[in-house]
């Protein structure tokens, strides 16, 4: 090889090797920083304090004590505390405990937040605004939504008009506080919270942006006595307060597992897991899946899907297709009300209420519902599939409610095949519960149980 070839081609390898090396080389290391009340050890004395101080994926021990104040957050970091009984942010008079905030700060994502109480918030103890990737676990959030000028009215502006609190929250008055908010978030897992105490327990709403792909797991929510323990709900797009109202961005692909929901929404109503459009223009939650929860004791059935406009009031159809109620433990809860009415209290209810939309795709499967006087209330003009479920209510297993409710719109059927009736004569058979309505087909039907202690694994 000619030297001067040979000389060149080693340039340009070293060349190379320096480009690849730079280019996976690591990034910074993140800094650990670290709050205290006293501030001692070159630590900070308030929260807020370190999240200002800090860098993009910079973690922030924060060690036992009594924090008072408003944490906002604005850019990646992980805030660790010393475990929910040890580091304590108390919001009293202040709009929330944590508010991680990607509407003022676009783009936001990879924030946790862990071992913390957080309580005594006006509104939310924990907002999370327009960001992704957010982990929320290990924390007890309870006694917030404090605010004294909050009424259950309905009224959408209410949420606007109290002070501190965002535009981001066009909702009904019912919904600006609770323990925790996901406002157009994607890609976050909320796991092993302890919620109680609240108005409401976990919300997921789309004022912002679609919500999506977010995962509530093993946390455990009671209590809480004015909503529901877990909501999925599509509102109006934010800054929207009065008709005609866009279509919603929607609340889909959103995984809600292996959750504890009990004793909530029984002073006004409110589900142990509910899946709603607002009734203000085109809502969507579609393609959700409620799995292997335990739901009891709650004020308004214990899955409850609601949607309020459509067909019979010549406006647009909502969006509420291909959810999955799969493997739940159902049982006390209340009654549902108002268009979507059910015969008393109730498991599950699959309702288009006065407006008619067709809630199309539903699957109900593996749930174990006892206690209650209708297990399984539908009312949409659609099919709904229910197979391989235990409906041991004693009363009503299966039931169309559309003429109770009063919808103009009654034209759907249920596929009710393949379930247990709480005995092994099926529809009717004595101590069996009953089918209840004209289009519901219900043969062949299981002779046993679908798990041998007729309670399921949830249930042991």
């Given at each position: 090889?000619?030297?001067?070839?040979?000389?060149?081609?080693?340039?340009?390898?070293?060349?190379?090797?320096?480009?690849?090396?730079?280019?996976?080389?690591?990034?910074?290391?993140?800094?650990?920083?670290?709050?205290?009340?006293?501030?001692?050890?070159?630590?900070?004395?308030?929260?807020?304090?370190?999240?200002?101080?800090?860098?993009?994926?910079?973690?922030?021990?924060?060690?036992?004590?009594?924090?008072?104040?408003?944490?906002?957050?604005?850019?990646?970091?992980?805030l660790i505390g010393a475990g929910a009984n040890s580091s304590v942010i108390d919001a009293a008079n202040l709009a929330h405990g944590i508010f991680v905030d990607g509407y003022d700060y676009p783009g936001l994502n990879d924030v946790t937040i862990s071992g913390f109480t957080v309580k005594n918030a006006l509104f939310e103890g924990i907002l999370v605004v327009s960001a992704s990737d957010v982990t929320i676990n290990d924390n007890t959030i309870k006694n917030n939504d404090t605010s004294p000028g909050l009424q259950f009215t309905g009224a959408l502006t209410g949420c606007q008009d109290q002070p501190g609190n965002g535009i981001y929250e066009t909702d009904e008055t019912g919904d600006c506080g609770g323990a925790l908010h996901l406002v157009g978030t994607v890609n976050s897992v909320v796991s092993g919270n302890l919620i109680t105490g609240n108005a409401d327990g976990v919300l997921i709403s789309d004022e912002t942006a679609e919500s999506r792909d977010n995962l509530l797991i093993g946390n455990t929510i009671k209590n809480n006595p004015l909503e529901c323990g877990i909501v999925l709900a599509s509102h109006p797009p934010a800054g929207q307060t009065t008709p005609p109202f866009a279509p919603h961005y929607g609340v889909d692909h959103n995984t809600v597992s292996g959750n504890v929901s009990s004793n909530n929404g029984v002073q006004i109503g409110g589900s142990g897991a509910g899946m709603f459009s607002d009734g203000a223009g085109q809502g969507r939650v579609s393609d959700n899946v409620i799995i292997g929860n335990t739901l009891t004791n709650n004020g308004l059935g214990g899955v409850a899907l609601h949607s309020h406009v459509g067909p019979a009031f010549g406006l647009p159809a909502d969006d509420m297709s291909g959810n999955k109620i799969i493997g739940n433990v159902i049982s006390g809860n209340l009654a549902d009300q108002f268009d979507t009415a059910t015969p008393g209290p109730v498991g599950i209810n699959i309702n288009s209420g006065d407006g008619g939309s067709p809630v199309l795709g539903t699957v109900i499967s593996q749930n174990i519902i006892k206690d209650e006087d209708i297990d399984i209330a539908v009312n949409t003009p659609a099919e709904v599939d229910i197979h391989l479920n235990d409906l041991r209510g004693g009363k009503i297993g299966v039931g169309d409610v559309c003429a109770l409710d009063g919808a103009t719109i009654c034209t759907g059927s249920i596929d009710a095949t393949q379930n247990y009736w709480g005995c092994p004569q099926g529809p009717g058979g004595h101590g069996c519960a009953t089918a209840s309505g004209s289009d519901i087909r219900f043969t062949p039907w299981l002779k046993k149980p679908i798990s041998s202690d007729g309670e399921g694994s949830h249930g042991k």
């Open positions: 090889m000619h030297p001067t070839f040979e000389n060149s081609s080693v340039r340009i390898m070293l060349g190379l090797c320096a480009i690849f090396l730079l280019g996976f080389s690591p990034t910074a290391a993140a800094s650990t920083l670290c709050v205290n009340p006293s501030g001692s050890h070159s630590c900070y004395s308030t929260i807020q304090a370190a999240v200002s101080h800090a860098a993009a994926n910079d973690v922030i021990n924060v060690e036992a004590g009594t924090y008072k104040e408003e944490v906002v957050i604005g850019i990646p970091v992980a």
